[in-house]
């Protein structure tokens, strides 16, 4: 009489494990793809930021023509391009005045009511196409803001540069670098698509008091 083999015996000589160098290789190729993935979930968190940011400024600058018009007051929206991270200062301001120009085309520097900082989350930031547009900040018109950044760490009460945009109780808009312009929001610091990092960009129309957001 043959005597019956254990079923879990008939594979016993069959059973291999895995060498030192397909683990390696297995690991290798779980790493990079984990790379790869991280890389991909970070750009996308980036691209989020940077439209949440753009999305964040079109709309404090639709409310700055929207508080113009219902207080028959100017507002002023003072960007910051500069910044190089958020412990130098908020991204820009929103600043109701006290009343509206008399027209002179020399008007005296006007009150300001209060001034409201506004950041960007993370290293999102505003940049200008040109630094030629920046404010002339000798001018009498211009506001400094709250807090003023600093461009020259030699000299600590000089302001960094800054950009205009005034809201008029009349419904128009006055960009004092320029009767438009355009500036853009990215985490590279350039305005260029594919410079570094996702960019928005936010352009501005003194005749129709038009923002939109590409």
């Not at 940077?50 to 639709?62: C, E, F, K, T």
Request: charged share 20%.
């Amino acid at each position: 009489m043959r005597r019956a083999r254990p079923i879990g015996g008939r594979f016993r000589g069959d059973q291999r494990g895995f060498t030192l160098p397909e683990v390696l290789t297995t690991i290798a190729i779980l790493g990079i793809l984990i790379a790869i993935a991280v890389a991909i979930w970070l750009s996308l968190i980036e691209a989020r930021r940077v439209d949440a940011a753009a999305n964040q400024l079109a709309s404090d600058l639709r409310l700055a023509h929207t508080r113009a018009t219902n207080q028959l007051a100017d507002w002023r929206v003072v960007l910051a391009p500069e910044r190089a991270g958020e412990e130098e200062g908020p991204d820009y301001y929103l600043m109701p005045l006290n009343g509206v120009y008399d027209g002179s085309g020399s008007p005296p520097a006007p009150e300001v009511d209060e001034v409201i900082p506004r950041t960007f989350e993370g290293n999102v930031r505003i940049q200008d196409h040109s630094d030629t547009l920046h404010d002339d900040q000798g001018a009498g018109w211009w506001v400094n803001p709250e807090a003023p950044q600093t461009s020259d760490l030699d000299v600590p009460d000089t302001p960094a540069p800054s950009r205009t945009l005034e809201f008029n109780s009349d419904g128009t808009m006055l960009a004092y670098s320029g009767p438009s312009g355009t500036v853009c929001v990215t985490v590279s610091g350039d305005c260029v698509e594919g410079g570094g990092g996702p960019v928005r960009e936010i352009t501005f129309l003194s005749a129709t008091s038009r923002i939109s957001v590409d």
